[in-house]
């Protein structure tokens, strides 16, 4: 009899996997129903109910069960080929965890074999256990072969169209904007291009790169990792450490020259913050007739100026609001800068609660005037402290002007007993400057209180999210350029503008390029705003908490997005299994989401695609003048969001920065408590699993991206970044697949046709090909990448320097290495 039959080892194992396909069939059924009550797929409850039916056929071990899962499997198949096509990444939550079961199945044959069966069907009954078992395996074989190599050629990337060839800008127009032997700015030039003219490593040998020098600068802070990239000027770069530690080092051996510590206080650090590198300044000097001058950086100084203190002087901006200056020579402080070398860009803001105001980005120096933004700590205060753009004199270090938007007709410090307007936009990102036009472009952020609009004034409205012009000598605007209108989506623009020469009606414009975090492009006359490109105004979504806020239509680029052009759907949700990804799927259907621009609601969550760490960020775009060719990396990722009523957000403990509760075991950090307005935000940035860990749409995640600047047209697309560091439950899978991580940190391009980047969460950095879009060579970083790499030239050597800091926010490991790569000595000739 059934119940007497002695069981054995492979009868136990078979009963228990009938267990596990019950369990899994009863979380998809329960799943689906509530998915399909949502209004979506129906797949999820009927694979459910199939997979409870083969469970049950399992634990008994009947023959059937086998048949009924492929049966199962083969309709997965179908419904995720309906659904996606030959998508890769897209099909493997949806056949790659069926596919593992189907191999359980086929490792149950010869337990489920007739012969152990209390009575036989027609088809089980012609075969044995083990030879159906083989055949299985077999099948599965086939089926995975010829499943990879269709995938594979379906997602084969492709290049669009060719390269254009040289001559976009004229020789003499390249120079202006071009990098040699140094790298004197952040941007390889005050116009960001991140373009240099050497060609030493090219193509053909960029493969026998290797390490020459790594410097570490001892500086590894928990809470945030270093960006810098570090400037080159004559035989010395310049570099700030995670905590604002100024450096110099020898450019060919790495070996420091010295170093000058400005102690920022630990209490004075925010959570979110980093130095992404410092400015150099040469004090330009005729020379007496008779002597000569030696080129330093944008100034020729005599041989006597150069040995005068602080006649070049590097200048940096602290985590906790100043600005330092020393001798570009010895690290020496200049006495005649502020006092004791430092100003502190903090006074008339009032009460400054420690860690509110920071400089993360290099200031940019315009005609002798160190122009700066500030970071202001996101989320915590609405009236928090002043979003103040200030010009000092690069040689005393006096305030020369200020622009408070909300002080129009005042450019100084506010009246005794007041502040600078409380809660403004900041920037906190790279200004650019034009010294030729005596023009400052400033990518300016949002008010405080990013999620909330009604209580901004006009002034804030009309310049939040705007590209800033400001005359550079007086501080007054000049014009300004809206990328957002009311922006509540925390849609800063964060990459630096970079500045070009572009054909228009027949003559040649000076103009800049501004990416955003949306991914539009727009090319703009750097004189006067106008927009060279095409721009329409499309209807844009309404209602959420305040419906007389939201605009009737929002700006879009025709030129050039790197946005995806469609809206997210049901289908383009993901996860590791069926099961994260029928969760997923569940929370997308419960979501508020009309497309971009989607407004905030509270009463339930509101998807933001893509989130505030879409399209370009800080690492801004890089540019070939000659081609005429624009680099650009972003990254693809969704935010799932939820205002949060005010009573509930301080029943949750959510206290911002300063609040003694937070001091005292409150949960700061859980949510931003936007402190003054009615809601506090719950940000899920990249829409995360919070069991997993892994993001809930579909990849790619981030890419890069060569674009014709003649016509806006894509030259090549493909992600960037492998899956080596990233998998479930933060466990690296080391798998070398392109998977298109999340990426932040720019390129720089070599006239030689060759893009070096690091940025993704992968820990590589890489050289791709210009012309093709493929890596020709990358190097494992022992922390994460995500600063803008350098490229110069010292004694005849091109050098190629990353800093390998890590970033909090992107989850990769902090570092404080300084790492330089180079051809060998035999081949650098």
């Known amino acids: 009899m059934f119940g007497r039959e002695r069981l054995g ?34 797949y999820y409850l009927l694979a459910g109910l199939g997979l409870i039916a083969t469970g049950a056929l399992l634990f008994v071990r009947r023959m059937e069960a086998f048949w009924l899962y492929l049966l199962v499997f083969v309709l997965t198949v179908i419904w995720a080929l309906f659904e996606v096509g030959l998508n ?27 012969a152990r069966n209390r009575w036989v069907t027609p088809w089980s009954g012609r075969v044995s256990g083990k030879p159906l078992m083989l055949a ?12 990879g190599v269709a995938v594979a050629a379906a997602n084969r990337f492709e290049v669009e169209r060719a390269l254009p060839a ?3 800008s004229a020789p003499e127009r390249i120079s202006d904007f071009q990098t040699g032997a140094d790298w004197p700015a952040y941007g390889g030039t005050r116009g960001a291009q991140r373009y240099t003219t050497l060609t030493q490593i090219n193509r053909d040998n960029v493969g026998e790169l290797e390490r020459v020098w790594e410097f570490n600068t001892g500086d590894i802070p928990e809470k945030f990792g270093a960006e810098t990239t570090p400037l080159k000027v004559g035989d010395t770069l310049y570099l700030c450490s995670a905590m604002n530690v100024l450096i110099a080092l020898d450019a060919a051996s790495g070996l420091e020259k010295w170093r000058y510590d400005p102690e920022v206080s630990d209490d004075a650090i925010p959570y979110t913050a980093a130095c992404r590198g410092v400015a150099y300044h040469a004090m330009t000097e005729t020379a007496p007739e ?4 030696t080129s330093v950086g944008d100034a020729a100084l005599t041989q006597r100026a150069r040995l005068e203190p602080c006649a070049t002087r590097i200048v940096e901006g602290t985590l906790d609001g100043r600005l330092i200056a020393v001798d570009a020579r010895t690290g020496v402080p200049c006495a005649d800068f502020g006092q004791n070398g430092a100003v502190d860009i903090k006074a008339g803001m009032g009460d400054v609660i420690p860690g509110m105001v920071s400089i993360t980005s290099p200031p940019v120096i315009v005609n002798g005037v160190i122009i700066t933004g500030h970071q202001v700590l996101d989320g915590q205060y609405r009236r928090a402290p002043s979003g103040v753009i200030q010009g000092f004199d690069v040689v005393t270090g006096e305030l020369r002007w200020a622009w408070d938007m909300m002080r129009p007709d005042e450019t100084g410090m506010p009246p005794e007993g ?17 010294d030729e036009l005596g023009l400052v472009y400033l990518p300016m952020g949002n008010s405080a209180a990013d999620y909330y609009s009604s209580d901004r004034a006009p002034a804030e409205n009309e310049y939040a999210t705007s590209l800033v012009a400001l005359d550079a000598a007086t501080g007054r605007p000049v014009w300004h350029f809206q990328t957002v209108h009311m922006d509540v989506w925390d849609y800063d623009l964060g990459s630096q503008a970079t500045l070009i020469d572009f054909p228009s009606n027949g003559t040649t414009v000076p103009a800049l390029i501004l990416p955003s975090k949306q991914g539009d492009m727009y090319i703009l006359d750097r004189r006067t705003g106008r927009h060279l490109t095409p721009i329409e105004n499309r209807p844009a979504p309404q209602g959420g908490v305040e419906p007389d806020q939201r605009t009737a239509t929002q700006p879009y680029s025709l030129f050039h997005t790197l946005a995806r052009p469609d809206d997210l759907t049901e289908r383009d949700m993901w996860g590791m299994s069926p099961i994260d990804q029928m969760i997923c799927r569940i929370n997308f259907r419960r979501a508020a989401y009309d497309g971009m621009y989607t407004p905030p609601t509270s009463d339930r969550r509101w998807i933001q695609y893509p989130g505030y760490n879409g399209g370009s960020d800080w690492g801004g775009v890089a540019f070939d003048p000659d081609r005429g060719v624009i680099i650009a990396n972003y990254n693809d990722m969704p935010n799932y969001n939820r205002l949060v009523p005010r009573e509930e957000a301080d029943a949750r403990g959510w206290y911002p920065r300063g609040d003694a509760r937070a001091d005292t075991g409150g949960a700061e950090g859980a949510g931003d408590p936007q402190v003054g307005v009615p809601y506090a935000i719950d940000v899920n940035a990249g829409w995360r699993m919070p069991f997993t860990g892994m993001l809930c749409k579909e990849p790619p995640y981030g890419g890069i991206r060569a674009i014709d600047i003649r016509t806006g047209e894509t030259i090549w697309d493909r992600p960037l970044g492998t899956a080596r560091k990233n998998g479930p439950f933060g466990i690296p899978s080391m798998l070398p697949l392109n998977i298109g991580t999340p990426n932040n940190g720019g390129s720089v391009v070599t006239a030689s046709g060759l893009i070096f980047i690091a940025a993704a969460t992968d820990d590589l950095i890489r050289a791709i090909d210009m ?17 803008n790499p350098m490229i110069y030239e010292q004694g005849g050597r091109q050098f190629l320097v990353i800093m390998a800091g890590g970033h909090h926010f992107m989850e990769t490991p902090a570092g404080d290495a300084v790492i330089a790569y180079a051809l060998p000595q035999r081949d650098a000739g």
């Open 290 to 293: 008779g002597e000569t001058t």
């Open 88 to 114: 890769g990444w897209a099909l493997v939550p949806r056949v790659f965890a069926p596919f593992v079961l189907l191999l359980l199945v086929i490792a149950s044959i010869p337990v489920l074999a007739p």
């Open 136 to 147: 299985g395996f077999g099948g599965a074989a086939v089926f995975a072969l010829v499943a």
């Open 418 to 434: 007041e502040t600078f307007t409380r809660g403004t936009p900041n920037m906190w990102t790279m200004a650019t400057g034009d």
């Open 771 to 787: 012309e093709t879009g493929e890596t020709v060579w990358q190097d494992v970083l022992p922390a994460g990448g995500q600063a």
């Open 166 to 168: 040289g001559g976009f």
């Open 9 to 42: 080892a492979g009868d136990w194992a078979v009963m228990a996997l009938g267990v596990l396909f019950g369990l899994i069939g009863v979380v998809l059924t329960i799943g689906g129903g509530w998915l399909i009550a949502v209004g979506g797929s129906w």
